[in-house]
């Protein structure tokens, strides 16, 4: 090797030692949300996106059983999670949360929950996180392009995970007519209806299925309907029968107000002793929770 080869491979050596260890590449497929830039010397090791999913966001402060009121919102979810790149100094979970908490709220967002250290809360089971011990988690809510977005943050080994929820209604993939076709071919519907948690108060996003529910009824005016109600094992048996049978009342109540004539509605509930899915799981349990339109 000549003299000069020496030099520029000396040269490029130590050009690669001051520049460090290269940064690692991103998940195939995975790129960050436009609502927040990522921490520095981060990459995204994985990632999950969902047209249509339900997540309950903690709100407030831990009581002494360390756990905080829910907000049960539904919409487009995704889930990114980022890992430091080798060699990096380590961004500290307080740090990771200071920074995402002063981003929304220059965004004119809020800070809904702060949630420190590790294991002193657990995020949900609606997050579907085998681990659910949070670490300097923190709950956002801030608004971009008039859409809602709910956001939690917590800090994992090696980086954090970002959980981003911008809040809209499914869109319904099943025409008036399909309802009526399926509704004298199967002889029921099943709705799922949104209520306020332990309550028969139905949630304005239901608005929309309670219409198309409605307007197949009207669609096949001689049939007589029973609408039943139904929820998960979580609480008594007595308890969850009285529950369903409100929820029922409540249902039928909406769809006489949509024009349904009431002669052709009768209410029933059955509480947990119908389930149609395993209430292990949370997806189970969210299934278990539903109103049915049973023809007469």
């Given at each position: ?17 001051l ?48 756990k ?41 967002g ?34 971009k ?43 029921f ?40 109600g ?16 409100e929820?029922?009342?409540a ?5 006489v ?11 029933k ?18 299934k ?9």
């Amino acid at each position: 090797m000549t003299k000069l080869a020496r030099l520029a491979l000396f040269t490029a050596c130590f050009a690669a030692l001051l520049a460090g260890p290269a940064a690692a590449e991103d998940w195939g497929g995975c790129k960050d949300h436009p609502l927040f830039g990522r921490m520095p010397n981060h990459f995204i090791y994985g990632c999950d996106h969902s047209q249509f999913e339900m997540r309950r966001f903690p709100v407030g402060p831990m009581n002494k059983e360390g756990k905080a009121k829910l907000q049960e919102v539904e919409g487009e979810f995704w889930s990114i999670q980022y890992v430091i790149d080798e060699g990096a100094t380590k961004a500290s979970g307080l740090q990771i949360q200071r920074n995402f908490q002063n981003a929304a709220k220059k965004a004119g967002g809020t800070v809904e929950g702060t949630y420190p250290e590790w294991c002193s809360f657990e995020l949900d089971e609606s997050f579907k996180e085998g681990n659910s011990c949070t670490n300097y988690g923190t709950t956002l809510k801030l608004n971009k392009g008039g859409k809602d977005y709910w956001v939690f943050v917590n800090a994992v080994n090696e980086g954090y995970k970002l959980y981003i929820l911008a809040v809209g209604e499914m869109q319904q993939d099943v025409s008036v007519n399909e309802l009526v076709e399926k509704l004298n071919k199967d002889g029921f519907l099943t709705l799922y209806i949104n209520f306020d948690t332990g309550k028969a108060t139905i949630k304005p996003d239901s608005d929309k299925t309670l219409d198309d529910a409605a307007a197949a009824l009207k669609a096949a005016p001689s049939l007589k309907v029973e609408v039943g109600g139904h929820t998960d094992n979580v609480g008594t048996p007595q308890a969850n029968e009285k529950l369903s049978g409100e929820r029922a009342q409540a249902v039928m109540a909406a769809l006489v107000k949509r024009g349904v004539a009431a002669n052709r509605l009768t209410a029933k509930g059955y509480g947990q002793s119908s389930p149609i899915a395993d209430n292990r799981s949370e997806d189970g349990r969210a299934k278990n929770r539903r109103v049915e339109l049973v023809k007469k």
